[in-house]
């Protein structure tokens, strides 16, 4: 009786591992077919990956409606084929959910950015940056491309800065940082530029932590909505 019973245990053990085995590898296949299809040059390519990772995201969303990895996932596909409407309806339904989590409110900021909207996805990045995600270099990063589509240069530097204190070895950021300083200071050395951010940051706070704070705590106040 004993050892039937263990048998039992043993196969429903074996069943409940393969079933997150399987939950694990749509959403990494399909997270994988996603980066294929924005590196790849091919454009029918592209579409191929987009279409399959929407077939695993899909199968996903039909075990479970409510599953927030496949409903950014779904966002995330039509974001790329921009549908507006189809990615808003995922997004905000992620989203409503639990609108306190600093992982969706990104995940909101990256739908307006997608969508060239980049003083509203500014404001969810902030909001996240302040709820959870403010050594996130992710985060941070969209912060300040969203601060150079606006023209901010004076942000948008300030947000390169913050990325190069979380993630030194960054050559897109000390490449950003370096063509900034480069239109102030023609004559610069990047070598002494590089070594002016370490100093700054060596005592491995935050800049401007404060100030992120104070303003995200105004964005929660007046965040408009766009239902």
Same mark, same amino acid.
């Given at each position: 009786?004993? &050892?039937? +019973?263990? @048998?039992?245990?043993?196969?429903?053990?074996? $069943?409940?591992? !393969?079933?997150?085995?399987?939950?694990? *590898?749509?959403?990494?296949?399909?997270?994988?077919?996603? +980066?294929?299809?924005?590196?790849?040059?091919?454009?029918?390519?592209?579409?191929?990956?987009?279409?399959?990772? /929407?077939?695993?995201?899909?199968?996903?969303?039909?075990?479970?409606?409510?599953?927030?990895?496949?409903?950014?996932?779904?966002?995330?596909?039509?974001?790329?084929?921009?549908? /507006?409407?189809?990615? %808003?309806?995922?997004?905000?339904?992620?989203?409503?959910?639990?609108?306190? *989590?600093?992982?969706?409110? +990104?995940?909101?900021? *990256?739908?307006?950015?997608?969508?060239?909207?980049?003083?509203?996805? $500014?404001?969810?990045? %902030?909001?996240?940056?302040?709820?959870?995600?403010? +050594?996130?270099?992710?985060?941070?990063?969209?912060?300040? @491309?969203?601060?150079?589509?606006?023209?901010?240069?004076?942000?948008? #530097?300030?947000?390169?800065?913050?990325?190069?204190?979380?993630?030194?070895? !960054? %050559?897109?950021?000390?490449?950003?940082?370096?063509?900034?300083? &480069?239109?102030?200071?023609?004559?610069?050395?990047?070598?002494?530029? #590089?070594?002016?951010?370490?100093?700054?940051?060596?005592? %491995?706070? $935050?800049?401007?932590?404060?100030?992120?704070?104070?303003?995200? !705590?105004?964005?929660?106040?007046?965040?408009? !909505?766009?239902?």
């Amino acid at each position: 009786m004993k &050892s039937l +019973r263990n @048998k039992l245990i043993y196969t429903l053990l074996i $069943i409940f591992l !393969s079933l997150n085995c399987a939950y694990a *590898d749509n959403f990494s296949q399909a997270e994988k077919l996603l +980066r294929k299809a924005q590196t790849t040059s091919n454009q029918e390519e592209g579409y191929e990956y987009i279409h399959k990772a /929407r077939i695993l995201y899909e199968e996903e969303y039909e075990k479970n409606p409510i599953n927030t990895k496949a409903l950014l996932g779904l966002s995330k596909v039509n974001q790329l084929l921009q549908d /507006r409407a189809e990615a %808003k309806l995922y997004v905000l339904k992620a989203y409503n959910m639990n609108p306190a *989590d600093p992982k969706l409110q +990104r995940a909101m900021g *990256d739908f307006f950015y997608s969508f060239q909207e980049y003083s509203t996805a $500014i404001e969810y990045y %902030k909001l996240a940056l302040a709820s959870g995600l403010l +050594r996130d270099f992710d985060t941070n990063l969209q912060s300040a @491309k969203c601060y150079e589509k606006l023209g901010d240069l004076k942000n948008a #530097e300030l947000y390169y800065q913050i990325c190069f204190h979380l993630n030194a070895k !960054s %050559k897109e950021v000390m490449n950003k940082l370096n063509e900034y300083t &480069s239109a102030k200071h023609p004559d610069h050395s990047q070598e002494l530029e #590089e070594a002016k951010y370490k100093y700054l940051f060596k005592d %491995k706070k $935050i800049p401007q932590e404060q100030q992120i704070e104070e303003e995200a !705590s105004d964005i929660i106040e007046n965040i408009n !909505s766009f239902y």
